[in-house]
């Protein structure tokens, strides 16, 4: 199919400093494959895509731009460990992670795309990535969802209002062309409010106080829980002072948190033996991902391996989830865009309401106080609703048959 109105907009601009702000789906890396190789097609450029880590970069777009080049028999090598393609044309596409930022000095570059550019750090631009475009006059696009307003997203957002070197786009999900209206509907029913008005209508929300904003104890709270329970789903926070468990029944769609652990200078050891002492019932624990390397135990064994030595399920995903998509999970369980709750808290779990009622934001950031140690409960509970209910599903969008 061919690039949607919206993108044929972008790729035309001539402004040196494009940002673009869109919601979910909206096919912004593709588009960026499009840009690196319309600007490398010009002989002996240098051009970078940049994303928050070398692993995202690699997983996000590696293989669609290998593919793409190789189909329009552009490529004369391809260096599979250092992410980077060299043209006939002698021009080089490489990919980058903003997460080691000594591996981005020293380089003049044509172009770059920063993807996701609101999770780089913005030293990363302004310290190291801007310098790189000053001798060659060099170009940039920025891509990415809207963070709120204190983030430096929305300050670059800003400048293509005013400066004459800088261009803004926002645009919504369904604006994209990608996503149907079923899908945007159902979205509705997966998401809060909030982060629905982020990730798919591409809003700046205002990240500021309670970090849980749709808690709300006359919906989210029950005195009991009568059903028979046949498996209990434990979110595991690793930290020794204190280790957390929040224990869970999922029915359907529904979550309720029946029991609360919290062991003061502990070890996973002793957590394990906790959740024997208390539960005879079928177990599936969902600890932090950093288990698969951690040791809180005496004895060599990783965290990951004491739990399924224990005889516990172990649900575990390969890298820790963004924090943002474990909080925006747990707001949509307690309470979606069409004001659906299906997260429910039983009274006697005195310490996971004071966490989820308690935890902030930093001021003037998107990041969660821990300082406060509001956060141990409500990140055992984020890892389980995480895992069982995602946000990001598995959906790509098409991509564009031509390049400009």
């Excluded at 502990?266 to 040791?295: F, G, H, L």
């Excluded at 060599?300 to 391996?305: F, P, Q, S, V």
Aim: charged share 25%; glycine share 6%.
């Amino acid at each position: 199919m061919p690039l949607s109105i919206p993108q044929q907009k972008i790729i035309t601009n001539k402004a040196r400093f494009r940002v673009l702000i869109t919601g979910r789906r909206f096919g912004k890396t593709f588009l960026a494959i499009n840009e690196l190789a319309k600007f490398a097609s010009q002989s002996n450029k240098k051009v970078w895509y940049v994303a928050p880590s070398y692993r995202q970069a690699k997983s996000i777009c590696w293989n669609d731009l290998k593919d793409r080049l190789i189909e329009h028999k552009w490529v004369k090598s391809i260096n599979n460990s250092d992410l980077t393609v060299i043209l006939r044309n002698n021009s080089r596409i490489s990919l980058r992670g903003a997460d080691n930022e000594q591996s981005l000095r020293g380089v003049g570059l044509d172009f770059i795309v920063l993807d996701e550019f609101a999770d780089i750090h913005k030293q990363a631009w302004y310290e190291v990535l801007r310098p790189t475009l000053s001798d060659t006059k060099g170009h940039a696009l920025f891509c990415g969802s809207p963070r709120g307003f204190g983030n430096w997203s929305y300050d670059l957002y800003k400048l293509g209002e005013t400066n004459t070197d800088w261009a803004s786009f926002k645009y919504t999900t369904l604006e994209g062309g990608q996503v149907t209206q079923d899908e945007i509907n159902q979205a509705k029913e997966d998401l809060d409010e909030r982060t629905f008005q982020q990730e798919y209508e591409a809003t700046f929300v205002n990240y500021s106080g309670m970090i849980y904003y749709n808690f709300d104890r006359s919906k989210n709270l029950i005195d009991r829980y009568k059903n028979k329970i046949l498996t209990l789903h434990i979110g595991l926070d690793f930290n020794v002072d204190p280790m957390c468990a929040v224990v869970c029944v999922i029915e359907k769609d529904n979550i309720y948190v029946i029991d609360e652990i919290q062991i003061w200078s502990s070890n996973t050891n002793e957590m394990v033996d906790e959740i024997k002492q208390r539960y005879k019932k079928n177990i599936v624990i969902y600890p932090d991902p950093s288990a698969r390397q951690r040791k809180t135990s005496a004895g060599g064994l990783t965290d990951l391996a004491i739990l399924k030595n224990a005889g516990f399920e172990v649900r575990c995903k390969n890298s820790a989830p963004l924090v943002r998509d474990r909080i925006n999970a747990v707001n949509s369980k307690l309470k979606n865009v069409n004001g659906k709750n299906s997260l429910y808290i039983l009274n006697s779990c005195k310490n996971v309401i004071k966490s989820i009622e308690r935890q902030i934001y930093k001021e003037g950031t998107h990041v969660p106080d821990k300082d406060s140690g509001y956060d141990h409960f409500n990140d055992a509970l984020g890892y389980m609703i995480e895992y069982n209910f995602p946000l990001r599903r598995n959906f790509k969008p098409s991509p564009p048959t031509r390049w400009s």
